[in-house]
């Protein structure tokens, strides 16, 4: 099973040989078998690529993503053809009821305000009991917007009342990055079933290309949220941004199970795509118990 993320910051020639990936440094030259890479961040303009390798990180189902000249994710690689049925897999998506979908998105609504208020909890502020009440007020496709409610009181509580999400501050770095790496996650996993990202139950931004994707990452936003929150006093630099990209392989609690979050994204993206035509009985909740 692939575990390994790798990460490129500097000058460098990658490419493939052999089953191996080959990452070649000045006069230093490193082979990673491919079988044990899960995810490469390309963190340098100042990398070439072969042609070649790219084609091996598709066909391995590898996720590549690139970083721009301020270190931030900016694409990924994503193959074309990612599962046998895929053809029948993109029909159901298309024909996926607005019930179901918004069922579905209840769940998914109740799963991330109960993470977020653990997260609070987590953090010694009483504002949790108040996201907690929130959860028995979700109506069926959240048409109150109970979801936008807790957001404000979770963000408050957890940064100041002064925090807005979109100014420029290594929080924000902090949380972006985060949220790039983890919409990318998931982004694999979607394609790898045979599904389409663009198509969401939830999110429907016609200049999105990641509708399903931002769906079903809500639950674990939090997740990120919290190594964001006891890192606030760190620069956001380049062992930060390693810190984050190890969260994928810390391990929590699903399924009363322990687990590598990798591997949680993994089984939560399967069955949830698997049974949104059943979303009568479908409760699969991750509940945050880091």
């Known amino acids: 099973m692939s575990f390994r993320t790798v990460v490129i910051t500097k000058q460098s020639k990658i490419s493939y040989k052999n089953r191996f990936l080959v990452v070649k440094q000045d006069t230093d030259e490193k082979y990673i078998h ?3 890479i899960d995810t490469i961040i390309v963190d340098s303009i100042s990398v070439s690529i072969s042609a070649y390798l790219l084609k091996e990180l598709s066909s391995n189902k590898i996720n590549i993503i690139f970083c721009d000249e301020k270190h931030n994710p900016f694409g990924e690689l994503a193959s074309f053809y990612s599962s046998h049925n895929s ?33 609070l909890k987590n953090t010694g502020s009483d504002k949790s009991e108040l996201l907690l009440s929130y959860i028995d007020e979700v109506t069926i496709g959240d048409k109150t917007n109970r979801e936008g ?22 929080i924000n770095a902090g949380l972006n990055y985060g949220y790039a790496v983890l919409l990318s996650t998931i982004n694999k996993e979607i394609i790898s079933n045979g599904y389409l990202t663009q198509l969401g139950i939830h999110h429907k931004n016609e200049f999105n290309e990641f509708n399903l994707t931002c769906d079903l990452m809500e639950p674990f936003r939090p997740i990120i949220d919290n190594f964001v929150y006891f890192n606030s006093n760190r620069n956001f630099d380049t062992n930060y941004k390693l810190d984050i990209i190890n969260i994928f392989n810390n391990t929590y609690k699903y399924r009363g199970k322990n687990f590598v979050l990798k591997d949680i994204i993994k089984m939560f993206i399967k069955t949830t795509l698997e049974s949104i035509d059943n979303t009568e009985n479908y409760k699969d909740f991750l509940y945050y118990e880091g």
Do not use: P
């Not at 029909?91 to 997260?119: E, Y």
């Not at 409610?149 to 290594?170: P, S, T």
């Open 34 to 36: 491919l079988s044990e």
């Open 149 to 170: 409610h807790a957001a404000k009181v979770y963000f408050n509580a957890l940064f100041g009342n002064n925090f807005i999400r979109d100014e420029d501050n290594k």
């Open 87 to 119: 053809s029948k897999k993109i029909k159901n998506q298309i024909s996926w009821t607005k019930s179901n979908k918004d069922k579905l998105w209840t769940n998914i609504v109740k799963n991330k305000i109960l993470n977020q208020a653990m997260i």
